[in-house]
């Protein structure tokens, strides 16, 4: 009897409508494209990274053509690397530019929050072609260079805007409260600022830091053998006929690593958010 009285007070829940529509309809489409655009792909990788290119069998023999491939961990510790040197690089370069602009004295912010974003809808292989251009103008002869400061600049948006969501929806009263228990601004910008911000930096470091792992075109059009990546390593592979069902277990190799590294940073943020909750 006791579960079935009603608080007083409180409304019973109705399922939104949208002129007779369901809520939960409108994301259908978006379903749809994931089972044909991330789901189906995922078990074709699956089926030619477990199976034979000649006769179709279930073979492991792609995966230990991976393990068995000399020089291979130093080709993926160098993506690695490369990947987390983009990432560091991008967020100190955003996070003082996200201060700023998220900003209640800054004016006209979104103008240039524009100004950054607008890049994107460039193509990235035209963007890198661009940087080759600078770059050569300005004699940068070293090919790790050239190809760090591809990747900066093609993925520092992805950086930038996570942190600039979370740094101009951030509750001013908190950071006013600091100010007036007597905080520096540089107090208040590690022990308030930055904790709080924390699901931003976690999710623009998972956007640079994935895609750059995996990127091979913009290793290709700035660098040279030496900046040879394990992207590089899947293309190659893809682009051999008779390679896809190497090339595949090769990805889904990185694919689970890359998995590895989401399920470790969403636990440190549940973690921290979980903490910060407590206090």
């Known amino acids: 009897m006791q579960s079935n009285l009603i608080v007083a007070g409180a409304k019973p829940q109705k399922k939104l409508k949208i002129r007779g529509v369901k809520r939960s309809a409108f994301a259908l489409p978006y379903l749809a494209l994931s089972v044909l655009f991330v789901i189906v792909p995922l078990f074709i990788m699956l089926y030619y990274a477990f199976t034979d290119g000649a006769s179709g069998a279930i073979t492991g023999a792609n995966f230990v053509h991976f393990f068995s491939r ?85 993925f520092f948006p992805f950086m930038l805007l996570p942190l600039y969501s979370v740094l101009s929806g951030m509750d001013r009263s908190l950071i006013e409260a600091s100010q007036d228990l007597g905080a520096s601004a540089l107090t208040t910008l590690f022990k308030v600022r930055l904790p709080l911000s924390l699901p931003g930096i976690v999710s623009g470091v998972l956007m640079v830091f994935m895609p750059t792992v995996s990127s091979f075109a913009i290793s290709d059009v700035l660098g040279d053998t030496s900046t040879y990546m394990f992207g590089n390593i899947i293309n190659q592979w893809f682009a051999n006929s008779g390679g896809w069902n190497i090339g595949s277990a090769y990805s889904l190799i990185l694919l689970v690593l890359i998995a590895v590294t989401v399920v470790v940073a969403n636990k440190i943020t549940k973690g921290r958010t979980e903490i910060g909750g407590v206090l």
Request: charged residues 10%; positive net charge.
């Open 70 to 154: 000399p020089n291979i961990m130093a080709v993926m510790g160098k993506s690695f690397l490369v990947a987390l040197i983009t990432t560091v690089l991008c967020f100190l370069l955003a996070y003082p530019l996200a201060l700023v602009l998220s900003s209640p004295t800054f004016n006209k912010k979104l103008i240039l929050v524009m100004l950054f974003v607008l890049p994107m809808w460039i193509s990235s292989l035209l963007r890198t072609y661009a940087v080759k251009i600078v770059l050569y103008m300005l004699e940068v002869s070293n090919a790790w260079v050239a190809v760090t400061v591809g990747m900066v600049y093609d």
